[in-house]
C-alpha cells in the first residue's frame, strides 16, 4: 500500500516527545508500507508457500530546505529535528489540522537519510527518508 499527496501538514518531536512541531517548505510528502515474505515451500511440493514477514514502512518528504543554520530565511524548528541516523517522533495530517479527519502517527522514525539537491529560485531542494515499524496510531485529529 503506498499513500501520496500534495498537501496536508507534517509534525515532528523528538524520540522523547509526540510530534507537534510543524516542518515547513514541504511541498509532498509519500508513504509506503510493505512486509517481506518467507519461502515456507518443502521438498515435494507442486507450488510454492509463503509467509508474511514484519511490514515495515518508508517515510519520504520533499520540499525546500530552510534549516541551515544563521542563513535567510530563518532556520525551520521542524526541519531541524530530522538528523541522519537519529530516532524522532513523527506525524502527518494529510487533510490538514483540526480537520476531524484521520493522521497518520509514528513515534519511532529513524532519519536514513537527509539529501539536498539543486537551487530552484533561490530555495534548495530537500529530500529526507525514514524507516518505521507501522505502528500508527490513526486516530482523527481535533
Known sequence: MASRACSG????????????????????????????EVDVSV??????AYLAEAVEGTVTLTGFMNDLLGTPPTADAGQQLFVTGTAMSLAIQPYGTASGQAQMTWLDVIVL??????????????????????????????
Open 113 to 142: 537519510s537527509k539529501t539536498r539537491g539543486a537551487n530552484v529560485n533561490g530555495a534548495i531542494t530537500w529530500d529526507i527518508s525514514c524507516r518505521t515499524n507501522v505502528a500508527m496510531d490513526q486516530t482523527p485529529q481535533a
Open 43 to 48: 521438498m515435494g511440493d507442486c507450488t510454492k
Open 9 to 36: 501538514v507534517v509534525l515532528a518531536g523528538t524520540a522523547q516527545s509526540p510530534p507537534a512541531t510543524v516542518v515547513g517548505e514541504i511541498s509532498d510528502w509519500n508513504f509506503e508500507e510493505s512486509a517481506g
